[in-house]
């Protein structure tokens, strides 16, 4: 349900491109009149773009619909449309698929991120320089205000998603993000969240598929009027990263975007060749992959001596799965995502434990610490050329892209 859909042209200063600023709301009709008006002022003051503004009503109950309509009709740029699906991701999938913009974004109704920050936040898309920005609340010059409930809460989930999958971005759940259109719209296709696990969602696909995130420090005030629940919307953005987890690991989160790649500006320059997969990355696997063999070997000798063999196993390859984890990710796989490393990680050390445990006890009980140490390493040697073998498939195929 449409009522104005407005682009004017404006002063600008890169470019022709043309900005969309949705604003998605439920049961708003207190903070929405305020943040549409304050918005259009700003824009209007200077904003160096064409712009429209965007209201998605998804689901109200409220007054909020009527609101939005009436605004739509005071101010020429604001565009209102209502969906019945609830979900922050809902709003954004169903205006950034239609939106005539070159660069769409969105901010949260409540306005908490301060507006100066806009401009740096579209401009880096505007200019090329980046495909994604978003605002973030984390960096060293951010300047916030909110309880601490919610900056330990918000602190640890990005610390998750850091340590967990090797993002590249500080602040996943900021509402305040710019994209490019011809880029976000593939991007939605494997996008499944239709609520507030939308934005890491959309932020993880972007970095595993080679785009690069630009971030934005800003200064950020609470608003106590909150949708947001912060207990359920942790347990879901927890489903949520699984999930992404296994589709990442399992080479179903690829998709084909247009980025940004280097090129030489000099009309000279002599370029080097791309770096591709070579013997040297296969050589270093090989040598990565005898490494945690001797260790295991040096480990399992005196956990022998106090443990029985299935514990003693297991202890031996704990230590050597965590050293070989990091060594491959460090050395071997370069930018191959973290959550991709560590996921087939933990899924090769079931399958290693428990060919490696079968291998220990069919030893007789005279066999003596050889017999047992040589079963393993055995079964062990057995598993890594499997690996080997799969991995040009699991790992190196990324690298080709």
Not at 170 to 184: H, I, L, N, P
């Amino acid at each position: 349900m449409d009522t104005r859909a407005a682009m004017e042209p404006a002063p600008r200063v890169l470019g022709t491109a043309s900005v969309d600023i949705v604003i998605p709301v439920l049961n708003e009709e207190r903070a929405l009149p305020g943040c549409v008006r304050t918005l259009a002022d700003f824009l209007d003051g200077g904003f160096p773009l064409p712009w429209r503004i965007t209201i998605v009503d998804n689901g109200s109950t409220d007054a909020t619909w009527p609101v939005a309509t009436a605004l739509a009709g005071e101010f020429d740029r604001v565009h209102a449309r209502r969906i019945d699906v609830r979900g922050r991701g809902a709003a954004l999938r169903a205006a950034w698929r239609d939106s005539p913009a070159e660069i769409v974004a969105y901010m949260d109704v409540d306005l908490s991120t301060d507006l100066d920050a806009l401009f740096p936040l579209v401009a880096a898309v505007a200019s090329g320089h980046s495909e994604i920005a978003i605002g973030t609340r984390l960096a060293h010059s951010a300047r916030t205000r909110r309880s601490l409930r919610r900056e330990v809460v918000s602190r640890a989930y990005n610390v998750l998603l850091r340590y967990g999958f090797g993002a590249g971005f500080s602040d996943a759940q900021c509402g305040f993000k710019a994209a490019r259109t011809d880029v976000v719209r593939p991007l939605m296709d494997k996008i499944e969240d239709d609520g507030w696990f939308f934005d890491t969602e959309l932020l993880l696909l972007a970095e595993h598929n080679g785009l690069r995130v630009h971030e934005v420090p800003v200064d950020w005030i609470e608003d106590v009027d909150s949708r947001v629940r912060v207990v359920r919307t942790a347990i879901d953005d927890l489903k949520g990263l699984a999930r992404v987890a296994w589709s990442m690991s399992t080479c179903r989160a690829g998709v084909a975007v247009t980025r940004s790649e280097p090129t030489p500006r000099h009309p000279d320059a002599v370029v080097a060749r791309p770096r591709a997969v070579t013997l040297a990355k296969f050589a270093s696997f090989a040598a990565i992959g005898v490494l945690p063999v001797v260790l295991y070997t040096v480990v399992y000798f005196p956990l022998r001596e106090f443990w029985a063999p299935a514990t003693a196993n297991l202890g031996a390859l704990v230590i050597a799965g965590i050293i070989n984890t990091e060594a491959n990710h460090r050395w071997t796989f370069g930018r191959v995502r973290r959550t991709t490393v560590h996921f087939r990680a933990a899924v090769l050390f079931v399958a290693n434990y428990v060919l490696t445990t079968m291998a220990v006890l069919t030893v007789p009980p005279g066999g003596g610490r050889l017999a047992e140490v040589g079963a393993v390493v055995t079964t062990y040697c057995l598993l890594t050329v499997i690996r080997f073998t799969a991995l040009d498939r699991w790992v190196f195929s990324r690298t080709r892209n």
